[in-house]
């Protein structure tokens, strides 16, 4: 089945500094990825949409210059939490698809801290 | 535009127990209904899926059915255990926008 590996699965930083997270579809490409966010207790935010050689469409809200999206290829898209606070702390999953026909697999999320 | 809505948690059961988590949409168009898990520290997984009005999806003992009528996909159980503990999200797409669009999810604890 198709499979998604994020990494890091934990990463605790320092404020100020940058911390980036990979999403890898190993064994299918990834037309499209998404990145979400997932406070504590509560359901999936979506942050944005990557489609792999153009840049990414963010939610409203989401500051695009904090977190950088780059879908690089067809299996790697990168979420880069840039001068972090101690507020960004939270759970970030990313999820890839084909395409709508084939359905979303989820990576297993990060945790990020900031200290 | 579109939404889910799932019933209020936390919800406890003892082992055995049967399970109802109701889930309600609101969509245009004719939208794809799913379930998603979450254990503990991890991501999502399918759960199951329907595609059209009166579809059944099932797995793993679960199952649900797409109701056009009432605007559902009840996700039922007939005998939990105490793996099942995890949180549940319904989810949907619909139309064009391929995006999907999750219910606040629900904690289920299954006690021995």
């Known amino acids: 089945g198709a499979v998604v590996s994020q990494h890091p699965s934990r990463v605790i930083c320092k404020s100020g500094t940058s911390v980036k997270i990979e999403c890898r579809s190993l064994?299918?490409?990834?037309?499209?990825m998404f990145w979400y966010r997932q406070f504590p207790k509560q359901s999936l935010m979506l942050m944005a949409t990557?489609?792999?050689?153009?840049?990414?469409?963010?939610e409203q809200g989401v500051e695009k210059d904090k977190f950088l999206i780059n879908h690089a290829s067809l299996t790697l898209s990168t979420l880069t939490v840039t001068s972090a606070h101690p507020e960004d702390s939270s759970f970030y999953i990313c999820?890839?698809?084909?395409?709508?026909?084939?359905?979303?697999?989820f990576g297993s999320g990060t945790r990020l801290t900031v200290v | 535009g579109n939404s889910v809505t799932q019933m209020e948690g936390p919800v406890t059961l003892s082992e055995e127990a049967f399970l109802t988590i109701n889930c309600t949409y609101t969509?245009?168009?004719?939208?794809?209904l799913f379930w998603y898990v979450q254990y503990p520290g991890e991501g999502l997984q399918l759960l199951l899926k329907?595609?059209?009005?009166?579809d059944k999806g099932s797995n793993k003992g679960f199952e649900a059915t797409y109701r056009k009528e009432t605007t559902s996909f009840h996700l039922e159980k007939g005998s939990v255990q105490v793996s099942d503990s995890a949180v549940y999200f319904c989810?949907?797409?619909?139309?064009?926008?391929?995006?999907?669009?999750f219910g606040k999810g629900i904690t289920l604890s299954v006690r021995p």
């Open positions: 999820s890839a698809t084909q395409g709508v026909t084939y359905g979303y697999t």
């Open positions: 064994d299918f490409q990834a037309t499209t």
């Open positions: 989810a949907l797409i619909s139309g064009a926008n391929s995006k999907l669009t």
């Open positions: 969509a245009t168009g004719y939208p794809s």
């Open positions: 329907a595609t059209k009005a009166d």
């Open positions: 990557s489609n792999e050689g153009s840049k990414a469409t963010y």
